[in-house]
């Protein structure tokens, strides 16, 4: 129904900066709100951040605060995640997601989810 590609992982040296994009395809209309996990080797994915598609409300989870920031274009059908002053420990394969729910809203629980982009991040 919803279809999500990420592009933007690489390599980058610890301090240093990376923009990851996302593109929606399929039926971008039911899409509520966007955002971006990650799941480190060995951990969890973990949530990292979200905007709602109408309202532009952001959650940003706090090891990110102040050095992530979501954007989004929703002409585009897309979202940006701009990393900046990046630490080893936020590599990851960071995943795009799309959420469809509008009641019982859960930042933690995504309907749509793309395959994954790889960030690594050197000491």
């Known amino acids: 129904q919803v279809q999500l590609v990420e592009s933007g992982g690489g390599l980058v040296q610890a301090g240093g900066s990376l923009g990851l994009s996302c593109v929606a395809s399929?039926?971008?209309?039911?899409?509520?709100?966007m955002g971006w996990f990650r799941q480190a080797p060995g951990k969890e994915r973990e949530f990292v951040v979200g905007?709602?598609?109408?309202?532009?409300?952001?959650y940003y989870v706090d090891s990110v605060k102040g050095r992530f920031t979501i954007s989004r274009d929703n002409a585009k059908n897309t979202v940006y995640l701009q990393m900046n002053s990046l630490k080893p420990e936020d590599t990851a394969v960071y995943y795009c997601?799309?959420?469809?729910?509008?009641?019982?809203?859960?930042?933690?629980?995504?309907?749509?989810w793309g395959k994954g982009t790889l960030v690594t991040v050197s000491s």
């Open positions: 997601v799309a959420y469809e729910t509008k009641y019982n809203f859960n930042w933690s629980k995504a309907d749509y």
């Open positions: 399929g039926r971008t209309i039911s899409i509520y709100a």
């Open positions: 905007i709602r598609r109408s309202m532009s409300i952001t």
